[in-house]
């Protein structure tokens, strides 16, 4: 919560609601535990995204940026709690992506990670 804290709006799967949610840039969290992001997204690195229930998804980090992925917080003025969406959830506006905002909601948020626990930063493509 000390991390400069950012907004998004977007329309969410579970009830194709548009909401807001806060909290900080992925980059600004990455950059607070240590990593060098410059050198590390130049590199090629991979981010690996995993949640509480054991959901987890690759990611380069380049393209994580490139969306500026949202460790959120709060949703709706809210804070997310565990047994819901939180205590972190990685969150994008997939309207703001080209790539993603033709295709369905379920298809467009994969890299969404609700009740985010580990990030894991890699230089290769993470094994599936």
């Known amino acids: 919560n000390s991390l400069e804290q950012h907004q998004l709006k977007t329309t969410l799967e579970f ?4 909401h807001q949610l ?3 840039l992925l ?10 992001v410059g050198k590390a997204m ?8 995993q949640g509480i229930d054991g959901y987890r998804t690759p990611i380069p980090l380049a393209q ?10 709060q949703m709706d003025g809210t804070p997310l709690a565990i047994g819901g969406l939180g205590p972190l959830w990685t969150i994008y ?19 969404a990670v ?3 626990y580990y990030i894991q930063i890699s230089a290769q493509q993470p094994a599936s």
């Open 42 to 49: 130049a590199q090629g690195h991979w981010l690996t995204l």
């Open 114 to 116: 609700w009740g985010l």
């Open 27 to 36: 980059e600004n969290v990455l950059q607070a535990s240590g990593v060098d």
């Open 93 to 111: 506006a997939t309207q703001n992506i080209d790539e993603l905002k033709q295709l369905p909601l379920k298809q467009s948020l994969v890299a």
């Open 22 to 24: 806060q909290g900080p």
């Open 15 to 18: 009830d194709n609601a548009e």
């Open 64 to 73: 994580a940026l490139r969306w500026r992925m949202l460790v959120a917080t």
